[in-house]
């Protein structure tokens, strides 16, 4: 088992300390190498290490599936044993799907994460297992970590590639790293609520254009349709180019009339507004 050192003390070495290691047990395929190596390069993780592949190294398969993630796997090392792929680190996650009968503490991936940047900000090496795609890591293989990561899964399908579970972990790694962990890498424009006055606008307009087609029926119950038309336009906390975007369509719809019905030239020719339309509609008139 590997000697479990305080995350206040830093290598000995003095070897900066970078991202944590993601150590491959026995991969299989290529194709799931090569999609770790992506994973990791979209977390800014670059250092792959590989134990025993089954099919050797280097694998042109794991190249074609890292989709250009090529400064990873052209810093892949290959071990012989487990042993030696962790004899340089100062702790080790091993990540499994279930129990195992050991002492070793267990996390789930966020607190993972955050453990590991602390060492790493301490000047510690870390490093992640990841087991066989079809069984994944032996208890003596977990047994050279000094910790257990798992992920919060449906334990009726708790199986997860071993591309995906280095996704998790790599997430989980820059996370930790940002200062707001909820920040994006872009966001949507800023917009202000609109001022009550461009609302209220609205809600005349609309009113208006209700009222004169006949939609506050019974009249009586107007007051009431009116509050629930008000209640609906409140609620989302409309922007000032939002209601313009808004007053723009109605403005459109209301300008229809049964002279100009829908799809009979542009709302502007509406006899109501533009002398020209008004002249059309008296020609057809006469000739009735």
């Known amino acids: 088992m590997a000697a479990t050192q305080d995350p206040a003390t830093p290598l000995a070495s003095g070897t900066p300390a970078s991202g944590p290691a993601i150590i491959l047990v026995e991969p299989q395929l290529g194709e799931n ?10 977390f800014g993780l670059t250092e792959l290490r590989l134990v025993n592949p089954r099919d050797g190294w280097p694998s042109e398969k794991a190249r074609a599936a890292a989709s250009r993630a090529d400064h990873v796997i052209d810093a892949v090392t290959v071990f012989d044993d487990l042993a030696s792929a962790v004899a340089d680190l100062n702790f080790v996650f091993a990540t499994t799907a279930r129990a195992r009968d050991n002492f070793k503490p267990v996390r789930g991936p966020v607190e993972a994460g955050r453990a590991m940047r602390a060492r790493q900000r301490a000047g510690q090496r870390t490093g992640i297992l990841f087991g ?11 047994g050279l970590a000094d910790e257990i990561v798992t992920f919060p899964v449906d334990p009726a399908f708790s199986s997860l590639n071993i591309a995906q579970a280095a996704l998790l972990m790599s997430y989980e790694w820059m996370k930790s790293g940002l200062e707001d962990e909820t920040r994006t890498n872009f966001s949507g424009p800023e917009m202000p609520p ?42 989302p906390g409309f922007a000032e180019p939002e209601l313009k975007v808004l007053r723009g369509i109605i403005s459109s719809l209301d300008r229809f009339s049964p002279a100009m019905p829908r799809g009979d030239g542009s709302p502007g020719d509406d006899p109501r507004r533009l002398p020209a339309a008004a002249a059309r509609a008296a020609r057809a008139k006469d000739k009735d």
């Open 132 to 142: 066989r795609e079809r069984f994944g890591l032996y208890n003596d293989e977990v």
């Open 33 to 42: 190498i090569g999609m770790v190596a992506r994973a990791m390069a979209n």
């Open 194 to 235: 609109a001022a009550k006055e461009e609302l209220h606008g609205l809600f005349a307009y609309l009113e208006g254009a209700l009222e004169a087609r006949g939609y506050f029926r019974p009249a009586a119950k107007k007051p009431k349709m009116v509050d629930n038309l008000r209640a609906v336009l409140t609620r």
